[in-house]
């Protein structure tokens, strides 16, 4: 294991060194600086409870985020992104890293960066989706009952400190090849985990401290096929793969499958991801189901969505998603979920166009959980969005 | 308290929407000289995939050189579906787009227009072969708003 590590690293750094050395060989021009920002409001509503006491843990209410984007070009072949958020968690470095590229089939990025996963994390700004809130298989603050699912599968943004390797290449002139591998930190938790620790995974005290110093390693590859002048087909397919607690003795496997389809004014997406989490089963009494000799140390979370977007007019676009999630696998004594548990969500809404940059969202969701809540008996939620949401 | 805050945050909506009847997101292609507007629907519909069209619109970018870097590293990213034809036509309409706030903001500060060909020494994809010259805009060809 650790003559591969090391073979890794060395591998990575002559790469390194070879794409720096043909990067600095071109000469710079003048460096291109580009600032760009986005912010969204958002009024989150769930008429079906009295109280947000009913959902403790939910952003019932007003919620902002925003968030500002530094792209310096030093060069053709150098670039540098910085990205600074603030949401949910308070201030996030969600990019910080260099671009170095030997061509477009090759390119060497460092530093802070989401790595490439799925079809919904190059739009996962606000400003850049229609709706108020994310598909749930990404989904992290907005979702109801969010803690007793432990957010959703792959909450997104997941800004990781590493190295991915990229690049893009047009095969004959309507088809499109882009790929990703890369070696980033991965998610973290405390020991004897029970499932990934999201909070613990983004927090500022340990950015640049690994938790168990393996990395997790990862890529994706996607296919677009240019149909005509204003339509066009990309499939995808994404994994991810790693341990996350400090002993290195529970891993997760994260896999994703996407296609979206973009005809004329009207755009057709599907994702599904599915993440495998090895749980520790050291102390049973943790756990509300006996636990089973074979297969009862791991969890199943599958989540998938199917989304249709139509501009009616050059200011108007109207959305319709079904998204969810199930979870299979045993759950913490306390826990509100089942052995099997799913979630269903049905969501209609708008976007308009006030002004360039400027949108106004509306989306009203209808919500089905598989168990009742603790507190209300019930098992079907309505809630409505109201977000201002605006880019330079 | 709570059904009035969003009665009267749906208020706001409306009133908002009438409004999004005059102002929209993207440009009045028929306002664009002929030989624009397919340059112009190439731009708005490879652009519009990952991000609002205001993206580009409102970078206030007027150097013609960061333009090709910009649009570079667009083209570069995962299922853009850019090809470098594609990208031929994105940089003839934002060269134009240049021209035109170049023109607004020589007219603010009270000089002279600056002609759309004098920022463009730069190549798109291969440096052998000269871009073409955008065409000069008319007073009214890119609504003003960009600025």
Same mark, same amino acid.
């Not at chain 1, 341990?243 to 891993?251: F, L």
């Not at chain 1, 599915?274 to 199943?300: H, I, N, P």
């Not at chain 2, 007073?139 to 708003?145: F, H, L, N, R």
């Given at each position: ?56 843990? =939910? ?156 990395? =997790? ?48 004014? =009207? ?126 | ?17 009438? /409004? ?12 664009? $000289? ?26 206030? /970018? ?19 579906? /850019? ?20 023109? /607004? ?9 600056? $002609? ?32």
């Amino acid at each position: 294991m650790r003559s591969a590590r090391f073979f890794l690293v060395a591998l990575a750094t002559f790469l390194f060194a070879l794409a720096a050395l043909i990067a600095l060989a071109t000469p710079a021009s003048a460096i291109e600086r580009n600032f760009a920002g986005s912010a969204q409001l958002d009024y989150h509503f769930v008429p079906t409870v009295r109280s947000a006491k009913a959902f403790p843990s =939910t952003f019932d209410g007003f919620t902002m985020e925003f968030a500002g984007k530094l792209a310096v070009d030093f060069s053709e072949r150098v670039s540098a992104n910085m990205k600074v958020c603030y949401g949910c968690h308070g201030f996030e470095a969600d990019m910080m890293y260099f671009d170095i590229r030997v061509a477009d089939e090759l390119n060497f990025r460092i530093g802070r960066f989401s790595p490439s996963f799925g079809a919904f994390n190059l739009r996962h700004d606000p400003a850049n989706h229609r709706l108020s809130d994310k598909p749930l298989p990404y989904d992290m603050g907005r979702m109801l009952r969010m803690r007793q699912w432990n957010m959703s599968v792959l909450p997104s943004p997941f800004p990781d400190n590493g190295l991915e390797i990229d690049g893009t290449k047009w095969l004959g002139p309507s088809v499109q090849l882009d790929y990703a591998a890369y070696a980033v930190t991965g998610f973290k938790s405390d020991v004897r985990p029970l499932d990934i620790d999201f909070k613990l995974s983004r927090s500022p005290q340990a950015y640049y401290v690994d938790d168990n110093a393996r990395p =997790t390693f990862g890529g994706r590859m996607a296919l677009t096929f240019k149909l005509g002048e204003a339509s066009d087909l990309t499939l995808g397919a994404s994994g991810m793969y790693g341990t996350y607690d400090p002993n290195n003795d529970q891993s997760y496997l994260i896999v994703g499958a996407d296609a979206t389809l973009r005809v004329d004014k =009207t755009t057709i997406r599907a994702e599904y991801l599915g993440r495998r989490t090895e749980l520790s089963t050291a102390d049973r009494t943790l756990f509300k189901y006996v636990v089973a000799d074979e297969r009862g140390d791991f969890t199943m979370k599958h989540g998938a969505y199917f989304e249709v977007e139509h501009g009616l007019t050059s200011e108007l676009d109207l959305i319709g998603r079904v998204d969810g999630m199930y979870r299979v696998g045993n759950v913490e004594a306390a826990s509100e979920l089942s052995r099997r548990s799913s979630v269903f969500r049905y969501t209609l809404g708008t976007a308009y166009a006030i002004e360039r940059g400027l949108r106004i969202k509306f989306s009203t969701e209808l919500w089905e959980f598989s168990d009742r809540d603790a507190l209300t008996g019930r098992k079907l939620e309505l809630s409505m969005h109201t977000a201002l949401a605006g880019s330079f | 308290m709570r059904l009035r805050l969003l009665a009267a945050l749906f208020g706001a909506a409306l009133v908002s929407t009438a /409004i999004a009847c005059e102002h929209g997101e993207a440009l009045d292609a028929s306002k664009m $000289p002929e030989n624009v507007r397919a340059d112009y629907e190439v731009f708005a519909h490879k652009c519009s995939k990952c991000h609002s069209l205001a993206r580009p619109l409102t970078a206030n /970018i007027t150097d013609d050189e960061q333009w090709v870097l910009y649009v570079n590293r667009m083209r570069r990213q995962p299922g853009s579906g /850019i090809s470098p034809q594609d990208q031929e036509a994105i940089l003839r309409f934002l060269r134009y787009y240049a021209a035109d706030l170049r023109r /607004i903001q020589a007219e603010k500060n009270g000089g002279a227009p600056v $002609p759309a060909h004098q920022n463009q020494s730069v190549p798109v994809l291969t440096p052998a072969t000269p871009a073409p010259p955008a065409p000069a805009p008319p007073a009214s060809a890119v609504d003003g708003g960009a600025t």
